[in-house]
T-cell receptor, first 117, second 114 residues
Framework: NAGVMQNPRHLVRRRGQEARLRCSPM?????VYWYRQLPEEGLKFMVY????????ESGMPKERFSAEFPKEGPSILRIQQVVRGDSAAYFC???????????????FGSGTRLTVV | GENVEQHPSTLSVQEGDSAVIKCTYS??????FPWYKQELGKGPQLIID?????GEKKDQRIAVTLNKTAKHFSLHITETQPEDSAVYFC?????????????FGDGTTLTVKP
């Protein structure tokens, strides 16, 4: 049973380009979360999605950032017109449906390290 | 929203000693408290968790305690080993139908000296 798969592992973009980060959750997991981690810092929440729905995007910057989790395929975090300040590690996590009886902890992917030059 | 504070930010211990990391949370509705270990270049990995209806949970050398009244929870690692060296994150969230995101502390860098 594969874990959370993120790709690419490393992504270099020039200022003004677009970055697309992909995340395939664990099998059976229907909840996806994106977090950003700056060097030497903690994990900052960005967005929480279920299939075809954005549940909570309170951590997403108002401009240039968007996320989706379509019915088929991986979740995508998209950053348009990247700037140097977007350089960070972006982690995706997934969890099973959060009714009673499940393990509620996240399973994290290995992250995508975005570098804007 | 929820706010989680974690202390200390760095912790250095001798191999075989115990390590304790403490977190406080602000939202009394939070009822699920996981701990994650992150090794260099990797994603965080869940190592132990506790729900608000339990005061303490233990798994081999790792234990977590929760004080709901004080909104405080702690990670205890006994008989530390060099491979325990990593960054540890606490988090707070809710489980159940109204569950949402986890809010993380800023992390503790644990160094275990051989």
């Amino acid at each position: 049973n594969a874990g959370v798969m993120q790709n690419p592992r490393h992504l270099v973009r020039r200022r003004g380009q677009e970055a697309r980060l992909r995340c395939s959750p664990m099998k059976g997991h229907s909840h996806v979360y994106w977090y950003r981690q700056l060097p030497e810092e903690g994990l900052k929440f960005m967005v929480y999605l279920q299939k075809e729905n954005i549940i909570d995007e309170s951590g997403m910057p108002k401009e240039r950032f968007s996320a989706e989790f379509p019915k088929e395929g991986p979740s995508i975090l998209r950053i348009q017109q990247v700037v140097r300040g977007d350089s960070a590690a972006y982690f995706c996590a997934s969890s099973p449906p959060r009714g009673g009886g499940s393990n509620y902890g996240y399973t994290f992917g290995s992250g995508t390290r975005l570098t804007v030059v | 929203g929820e706010n989680v504070e974690q202390h200390p930010s760095t912790l250095s211990v001798q191999e075989g000693d115990s390590a304790v990391i403490k977190c406080t949370y602000s939202d009394s509705a939070s009822n699920y408290f996981p701990w994650y270990k992150q090794e260099l270049g990797k994603g965080p990995q869940l190592i132990i968790d506790i729900r608000s209806n339990v005061g303490e949970k233990k798994d081999q050398r790792i234990a977590v305690t929760l004080n709901k009244t004080a909104k405080h929870f702690s990670l205890h690692i006994t008989e530390t080993q060099p491979e325990d060296s990593a960054v540890y994150f606490c988090a707070a969230s809710r489980y159940g139908a109204n569950a949402g995101k986890s809010t993380f502390g800023d992390g503790t860098t644990l160094t275990v000296k051989p």
